[in-house]
């Protein structure tokens, strides 16, 4: 049987912010055999893509770039438990905004792409501070810690979460992706972060070419 299923209509309605046509497509799609990866790195993500660089280029506004996002998260609903069956999953992520910084868009939307890429992800919210970090990262044992700041008063929070693991003695067991507006990559190499994400899709390309580069090294030891 041909596919006649077109993944542009899944992109498509992502950046028009279509919510319960998304979700359709969505389920559509699943029913035509199309796997819950291909619909989210093909059809949610190369939306949500396409989204960031038109807010990037003023040619979005803020309430259209917040539909298209309840857009691809009525995709991901319907594709979430298959995503998040074991088999699936390329590993565990934990993120969250530092203390004393209430912006969550940029990271929700980072949060998305990482499970729209495989990652179950623990998203711990807004303003929380190191100690919440520092507990979930023992709890859940993630590959990645996610970290975003969006005031260049709140950035400095990042580096202190990094201290801190160090102190539990934990920085080696977690790789640390930090993002947000002021954030760069002087920064991030400053507080001694592994990954600086300037968008959420180049964190996720990023992540993966980290990973890939540290089990090269680690082989060729
Ligand atoms: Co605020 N705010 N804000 N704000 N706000 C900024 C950040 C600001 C640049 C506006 C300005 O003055 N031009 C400025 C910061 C200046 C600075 O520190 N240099 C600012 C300020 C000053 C403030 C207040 C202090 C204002 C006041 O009360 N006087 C106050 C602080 C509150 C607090 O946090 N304690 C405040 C409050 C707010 C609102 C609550 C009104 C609202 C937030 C709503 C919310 O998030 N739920 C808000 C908003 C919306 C903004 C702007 C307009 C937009 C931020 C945003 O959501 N961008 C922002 C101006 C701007 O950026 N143009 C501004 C869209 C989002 C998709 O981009 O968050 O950059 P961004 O995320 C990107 C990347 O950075 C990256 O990927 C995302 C997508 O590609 N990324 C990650 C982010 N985190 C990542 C994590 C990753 C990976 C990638 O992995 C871990």
């Known amino acids: 049987m041909t596919m006649t299923f077109d993944m542009k209509e899944i992109v498509n309605g992502v950046i028009k912010g279509k919510i319960d046509e998304v979700k359709a497509l969505a389920e559509q799609a699943l029913s035509e ?31 259209e770039v917040l539909r298209s996002a309840k857009a691809m ?20 992520m934990v993120i969250g905004t530092v203390e004393g910084d209430l912006h969550d868009i940029g990271k929700d939307l980072a949060a998305m792409m990482f499970e729209g890429a495989g990652y179950k992800v623990v998203n711990l919210g807004v303003d929380q501070p190191s100690e919440v970090f520092i507990e979930a990262v023992k709890e859940h044992r993630p590959q990645l810690l996610g970290i975003s700041a969006l005031l260049t008063t709140t950035m400095p929070r990042m580096g202190d979460i990094i201290n801190e693991l160090k ?25 001694g972060a592994d990954i600086y994400a300037p968008n959420a899709r180049s964190g996720v390309e990023r992540a993966r070419e980290f990973f890939k580069k540290k089990s090269a090294e680690s082989g060729s030891n």
């Open 33 to 63: 055999g199309i796997s819950p990866e291909e619909i989210s790195s093909q059809g949610l993500v190369v939306g949500m893509d396409a989204v960031g660089e038109r807010w990037k280029n003023d040619e979005m506004f803020m309430p």
């Open 73 to 92: 998260s009525s995709g991901m609903d319907v594709i979430r438990d298959q995503l998040a069956e074991k088999d699936n999953q390329v590993g565990t």
């Open 167 to 191: 102190e539990a003695g934990i920085r080696e067991q977690v790789t640390v992706i930090i993002g947000g507006a002021p954030v760069t990559d002087d920064f991030s190499e400053s507080i």
